[in-house]
């Protein structure tokens, strides 16, 4: 069955630091998210993309973030200047058509760590 | 923001029994999600409703969403110890470009 693939599975960065976590979706699905899921809590809505533009995002979606499809297969996100608050697992997920209506399936996820 | 409430926090069971697992809002969703979320990795789909009133079922798992699309259950019928597992239910609501909303999750532990 297809998935979402994530890589790394781990990232440990300096704090201040760019980190771009990249993400390949499932290859006929139309519509890309971010979330993040810091640990103990819920799992938070980031960001969706469709069309090569963003579609929605979060108040957690600040300055610091952005999202890209550099390829027909890739999608990313970068965290210009890393906090320490940045420490999450961050998933990405995609659909095939608007997620209201098209289940999200998810990657299993990077563990960003900011020392 | 839309908040959706699952109840039980947590739950232990011995293998065999019945449990049920609930999902509520104040907020109507379009649809609303179910997934299964093991340690370390990510969510996986188990259900997807969109019909206010609809059931379905997977194998020993059966899911209903609410009339008024506000709330949701997850029923799973003589559990095994490979049900183990955090279930979380997630919604979309009609207005957005497919943000979900996820509950904080019930985690579910049966017992040999």
């Known amino acids: 069955e297809p998935e979402v693939t994530q890589t790394p599975s781990h990232q440990v960065t300096q704090m201040g630091q760019e980190v771009i976590l990249r993400c390949v979706p499932i290859?006929?699905?139309?519509?890309f998210y971010w979330y993040r899921q810091i640990l103990g809590q819920k799992v938070e809505f980031l960001v969706s993309f469709y069309n090569n533009e963003i579609s929605e995002k979060s108040e957690i979606f600040d300055d610091q973030f952005s999202v890209e499809r550099p390829d027909g297969s890739n999608f990313t996100l970068k965290i210009r200047s890393t906090k320490l608050e940045d420490s999450a697992m961050y998933f990405c997920?995609?659909?095939?058509?608007?997620?209201?209506?098209?289940?999200?399936?998810f990657g299993d996820g990077t563990r960003l760590s900011i020392l | 923001t839309q908040l959706l409430e699952q109840s039980p926090q947590f739950l232990s069971i011995q293998e065999g029994e019945n449990l049920t697992v609930y999902c509520n809002s104040s907020s109507v969703f379009s649809s609303l999600q179910w997934y299964r979320q093991e340690p370390g990795e990510g969510p996986v789909l188990l259900v997807t409703?969109?019909?206010?009133?609809e059931v379905k079922k997977l194998k020993r798992l059966t899911f209903q969403f609410g009339d008024a699309r506000k709330d949701s259950s997850l029923h799973i019928t003589a559990a095994q110890p490979g049900d183990t597992g955090l279930y979380l239910c997630?919604?979309?609501?009609?207005?957005?470009?497919?943000?979900?909303?996820f509950g904080a999750g019930t985690q579910v532990v049966v017992t040999p």
């Open positions: 409703v969109v019909t206010g009133g």
């Open positions: 290859s006929n699905h139309l519509y």
């Open positions: 997630a919604g979309a609501s009609a207005d957005s470009w497919g943000k979900l909303q």
């Open positions: 997920a995609s659909s095939e058509v608007s997620g209201g209506l098209s289940p999200q399936h």
